[in-house]
């Protein structure tokens, strides 16, 4: 009884979704593009160069093992490394050019040598950075522990494969080890670093419940070696350390020939990571600056869709003939679209006055740099934003399918611009076009005054781009704005 | 007050507009009338300058109109085909952002405002948002917006359509006073009986062309008849009987039409002379109708078609 009229409903419904070409294009290729970005961000194309994080290093030490460092730093193919001065590496940092400055202070490798074998305590090692790249710091952490302990245990012990030796014992394996005349090594420094290292597997003396809760504890601290001594590339062998190859654990030839024990003290962690923030506040500053980033991700967004759906207006006054009349009007196309141009604007100084001012009220950030650049930098991202409106009025021929297609735009560039996932997940060539998307210079602008103190000189670059892209939208809709009526 | 001379305008390969000149002078309310796609709109938007035309020249009050802002469009107000309202506002508000575009100062934008609104009967609903409005409303506050700046041509494109008779005789009554107040008016419309009503003259376009311009009187005057008999027979009519009604005067034209005789007659005093004359003949009237020639008829006879195709 009442399929007929279901079906009849059903039916007309896809017909009018079938219809409308550009709902089909958002439903299937949206989905498509954002969901193939994504799996490319995340390795699923797996030819593309991995993505490299920007760090600066500052070697003060200028001894073999920061020089090793450095060099090992510099080979890593997931970091690209620039040696700078103190002040022009933590500019960088503040500027937003590199995700962090590791400062290698002087006599560093000489006390890391020591402390390696628990002579001294470990040097301090600052980390400079900026919070909202939170997720970057800690790969770079991850991925320099390693090629620190390699430096230092390359010099201080001819290898870790040596140091490793040291460890080996003679003893026949049993729930009960022992070391160097079969006492129980109870020594938790060299435990943990062959914990750190990953082959506590290997060392059948520790307690596997010990093992795992040292590496464990480990890991929490450098989430990214983790990652590293998980993936297949870390097998139970190590990498090459130089003059000494490495061995592998537990082989015969390892028990076969065990070296002496040149110490007894066991190992320790070589230095000390010490996280130095670029911003003013301690923690509470951090939690400011997340929350300030998060606050400026999604005004980004939000305003880039206000702008569209101004322009996208356009095009509805246009088909309800409100331009036509008031085209009849003896005003200048320059003052028409210049119009459009400032209301827009205004709405997104609006969106982006409302918005700050709320997140400030309830999570507390301030702006901590000039507020003359954050004026400017408003004014610059809605003149960008307001633009591009106006391009999407040019270049449409419809509302609906103009509004289909600017959001998919602008989802793409907030994506491709670093809102919603960090941009150095991107692969290296996704990175490489990361400048030219506006939200880029938008996000960043708006972190450098909340959270880096940025001055109105240090905010420049910034605004450039964005009133560079702005001035790129108006020219685009000059020359495709359609002026004449359709037949 | 307005001229156009050889007009023409092309879509890609297609002339829409091939050749059109007419006037309007100064007070006259001149009618464009033409079928769908005859040319009227493209001739309307060129007037305007909202599109570029491909040949002849354009005159407002004796010359061209340069550019966007030559301060000569404030002498045009152009009702469009579409309702040029925005719906979210009121029409107050609506009139006020219409006015402001054309450089009025605030005082003399709110009396212009009240007067466009009495215009129209619409004072009493200034401050509702449009969206409230009926379709009629709509269409009268559509006019009262091109009024305000006190334009000397008013051009409306097919500003009833879509509107009940009770709307269509208030925009009606609007435009008779625009009419006593000296506007010249082009008004395009597909309605003979508005055409007839309002018009002093007509210019009807066909094909991008002018097929016929004057005033409605010439133009009926120029067909041969001013009167149609049409009349049903039993038995059917037979073709003997039509040479010797043709020879009857006044007269014009005789022949057979779906089954009936129709004639087109200078007087319809002749009718009761040609029924008798059908009797005689051996045919039976069973029904009878007369029409008077309109601009119905002329369109008809210029064009081959109905003004509504």
């Excluded at chain 1, 790969?139 to 430096?151: N, P």
């Amino acid at each position: 009884m009442i399929t007929r009229p279901l079906l009849a409903v059903v039916a007309k419904d896809l017909q009018v979704f079938f219809s409308d070409r550009h709902s089909v294009v958002l439903a299937f290729v949206a989905p498509i593009v954002l969901a193939s970005l994504m799996a490319t961000v995340f390795g699923g194309a797996g030819t593309s160069k991995p993505s490299r994080i920007e760090i600066c290093l500052v070697d003060e030490d200028e001894s073999v093992i920061s020089r090793a460092i450095v060099d090992a730093a510099s080979a890593e193919s997931r970091l690209r490394v620039r040696l700078e001065p103190r002040e022009a590496a933590l500019a960088r940092v503040r500027l937003g050019e590199s995700t962090t400055t590791v400062i290698i202070p002087e006599g560093f490798g000489e006390r890391a040598a020591d402390a390696l074998l628990g002579d001294d305590d470990p040097p301090e090692l600052p980390f400079h950075f900026d919070p909202t790249h939170q997720a970057e710091v800690r790969m770079v952490q991850g991925l320099l522990t390693r090629l620190i302990l390699e430096s230092v245990a390359a010099d201080s012990l001819g290898g870790v494969g040596d140091l490793l030796g040291e460890f080996e014992t003679d003893a026949p394996r049993s729930g009960s080890a022992t070391v160097a005349g079969g006492a129980r090594a109870a020594d938790p420094a060299r435990d943990e670093f062959l914990a750190l290292v990953g082959f506590d597997d290997a060392i059948e003396e520790q307690d596997d419940a010990d093992a795992r809760a040292d590496r464990a504890e480990f890991t929490r601290v450098f989430p990214g070696l983790a990652d590293l001594l998980d993936s297949p590339e870390s097998p139970a062998t190590l990498p090459d350390l130089g003059p000494n190859p490495p061995r592998e654990l537990g082989s015969s030839a390892a028990r076969a020939a065990p070296k002496p024990r040149a110490k007894s003290r066991g190992v320790s962690m070589p230095y000390a990571p010490r996280d130095v923030s670029i911003l003013v506040g301690g923690t509470a500053g951090e939690h400011q600056a997340l929350a300030a980033h998060a606050f400026a991700g999604m005004i980004v967004q939000f305003v880039l869709f206000s702008a569209v759906e101004w322009g996208v207006n356009l095009l509805i006054e246009r088909r309800r003939g409100i331009w036509k009349r008031m085209r009849l009007a003896p005003v200048s196309r320059f003052t028409m679209l210049g119009g459009k141009v400032v209301g827009s604007m205004m709405i997104s100084c609006l969106i982006i006055t409302g918005v700050f001012g709320a997140g400030a009220l309830i999570f507390g950030y301030r702006v901590n740099g000039s507020f003359a650049a954050l004026v400017a930098l408003a004014l610059a991202f809605s003149w960008t934003a307001a633009n591009l409106g106006l391009l999407v009025a040019a270049l449409g021929r419809s509302p609906q399918g103009a509004r289909s297609v600017s959001v998919l735009c602008v989802l793409l560039m907030v994506m491709l611009g670093g809102g919603w996932i960090p941009s150095f997940l991107f692969p290296e060539w996704l990175q490489t076009v990361n400048p030219a998307i506006p939200t880029r210079w938008a996000v960043d602008g708006f972190d450098g005054v909340f959270s880096r103190g940025f001055s109105f000189g240090e905010a420049r670059p910034a605004l450039l781009a964005l009133f560079g892209f702005g001035a790129a939208f108006a020219g685009a809709t000059a020359l495709t704005f359609r002026w004449e009526e359709p037949s | 007050m307005l001229e156009v001379r050889g007009l023409v305008k092309r879509y890609g390969g297609v002339k829409a507009v091939d050749g059109v000149s007419f006037r309007v002078e100064a007070g006259e309310v001149v009618g464009l009338l033409g079928p769908n796609g005859a040319g009227k709109t493209s001739t309307v938007s060129s007037i305007c300058g909202l599109t570029r035309i491909d040949g002849g020249e354009i005159l407002i009050d004796g010359r061209p109109v340069r550019g966007d802002a030559d301060p000569r469009k404030r002498l045009l107000g152009l009702v469009p085909q579409e309702l040029a309202l925005i719906e979210e506002l009121s029409a107050e508000r609506n009139l006020r952002f219409f006015g402001s575009l054309q450089g009025m100062s605030k005082p003399a934008l709110s009396e212009a405002i009240e007067r466009s609104l009495e215009l129209v009967g619409l004072s009493a609903r200034a401050g509702d948002v449009v969206r409230t409005f009926s379709g009629g409303m709509k269409r009268r506050l559509n006019i009262a917006s091109a009024l305000l700046h006190d334009p000397r041509l008013v051009i409306l494109d097919e500003p009833t359509v879509g509107v009940d008779p009770q709307s269509r005789n208030a925009i009606f009554e609007g435009l008779e006073k625009l009419r006593a107040l000296g506007k010249s008016l082009l008004y395009t419309t597909h309605y003979m009986e508005e055409a007839e009503r309002l018009c002093d003259r007509v210019v009807i376009v066909d094909h991008g062309r002018v097929a016929a311009d004057g005033d409605l009187h010439e133009l009926i005057g120029s067909l041969p008849a001013r009167n149609r008999l049409t009349v049903g027979l039993e038995p059917p009519p037979q073709p003997r009987w039509i040479e010797p009604l043709r020879k009857v005067g006044g007269v014009t034209s005789a022949h057979f039409d779906d089954g009936r005789l129709r004639l087109d007659l200078e007087d319809l005093a002749i009718v009761p002379g040609l029924l008798a004359a059908i009797g005689e003949a051996g045919g039976s009237v069973k029904s009878l109708a007369t029409e008077r020639m309109d601009l119905q008829t002329v369109f008809l006879e210029l064009t081959g078609k109905d003004l509504r195709d």
